[in-house]
C-alpha cells in the first residue's frame, strides 16, 4: 500500500507570512495532484506535476515535485484569509493506474 | 451549472435503512469514483468504474455497492447503513490522473 503523509497537519498562520506544506512517501509516483478543500465543498485540483524536479507556481503558489518523484512541496508567499483550506496531495502511480492515493490534508487558516 | 453533481447534498438516516447517493457529471469522462471522507483519515476510495462495464472495488467496499447507469450516471448504495458510515461522500470523475470532485453528501446514520 502506498502512503502519503503531509506535514503538517495543521496550520495556523498571520496574514502576509509565508509557509511550506510537505508531502512525502518512500513511493514513485508518476504524477502528483495538489487540491485545496473548502468547507461543505469538494477538493479542487490546483495543479499536476508529472517530472522530477518540476516546478510550478500559480500566483503566489508554488508547487514542487522531488528529483526521485517521492514527494512535493507546496509554498504560499504572503498568505491570505481566502488561502484558508484543507490541502490535499494525492499521487499517482504506475501500477495503480488513475487511481489516487491521497495525503490526510494540512488544514491552513489563514488570520487577519 | 456545475460540472458533477451530487444528490442528495444532507442525509440523516437509522441504522438498517438502505441509503442510495446519487452523482451526475457533464463533464463526459469514462471514469467515476466515490470516497468518503472522515477527520484524520484522509479521502478513501470505495469503487470506481472506467466505463459503464467495468466497476472495481476500491480500499473501504464493505457494506456498500455500486450501479453505473451510464456514462454519466453512478450510484453509491449502503444496503443496511451502520452508525460507522456516517462520513462525507464524495463522487469524482477522472480524466488522465486527475480528478474532479462533486459537492459531497453529508450522510449521517443514527
Known amino acids: 500500500t502506498q502512503l502519503l503523509e503531509q506535514s503538517p497537519q495543521f496550520l495556523s498562520i498571520q496574514e502576509g507570512e509565508n509557509l511550506t506544506v510537505y508531502c512525502n512517501s518512500s513511493?514513485?509516483?508518476?504524477?502528483l495532484q495538489w487540491y485545496r478543500q473548502e468547507p461543505g465543498e469538494g477538493p479542487v485540483l490546483l495543479v499536476t506535476?508529472?517530472?522530477?524536479?518540476e516546478v510550478k507556481k500559480l500566483k503566489r503558489l508554488t508547487f514542487q515535485f522531488g528529483d526521485a518523484r517521492k514527494d512535493s512541496s507546496l509554498h504560499i508567499t504572503a498568505a491570505q484569509p481566502g488561502d484558508t483550506g484543507l490541502y490535499l496531495c494525492?499521487?499517482?502511480?504506475?501500477?495503480?493506474?488513475?487511481?489516487?492515493?491521497f495525503g490526510e490534508g494540512t488544514q491552513l487558516t489563514v488570520n487577519p | 451549472d456545475a460540472d458533477v453533481t451530487q444528490t442528495p447534498r444532507n442525509r440523516i438516516t437509522k441504522t438498517g435503512k438502505r441509503i442510495m447517493l446519487e452523482c451526475s457529471q457533464t463533464?463526459?469522462?469514462?471514469?467515476m469514483y466515490w470516497y468518503r471522507q472522515d477527520p484524520g483519515l484522509g479521502l478513501r476510495l470505495i469503487y470506481y468504474?472506467?466505463?459503464?462495464?467495468?466497476?472495481n472495488k476500491g480500499e473501504i467496499s464493505d457494506g456498500y455497492s455500486v450501479s453505473r447507469q451510464a456514462q454519466a450516471k453512478f450510484s453509491l448504495s449502503l444496503e443496511s447503513a451502520i452508525p460507522n458510515q456516517t462520513a462525507l461522500y464524495f463522487c469524482?470523475?477522472?480524466?488522465?490522473?486527475?480528478?474532479?470532485f462533486g459537492p459531497g453528501t453529508r450522510l449521517t446514520v443514527l
Open positions: 494525492a499521487g499517482a502511480s504506475l501500477t495503480s493506474g488513475s487511481r489516487l492515493t
Open positions: 513511493s514513485v509516483f508518476s504524477s
Open positions: 506535476v508529472v517530472t522530477g524536479g
Open positions: 463533464k463526459g469522462h469514462d471514469r
Open positions: 468504474s472506467f466505463d459503464v462495464k467495468d466497476i
Open positions: 469524482a470523475t477522472g480524466h488522465r490522473n486527475e480528478q474532479f
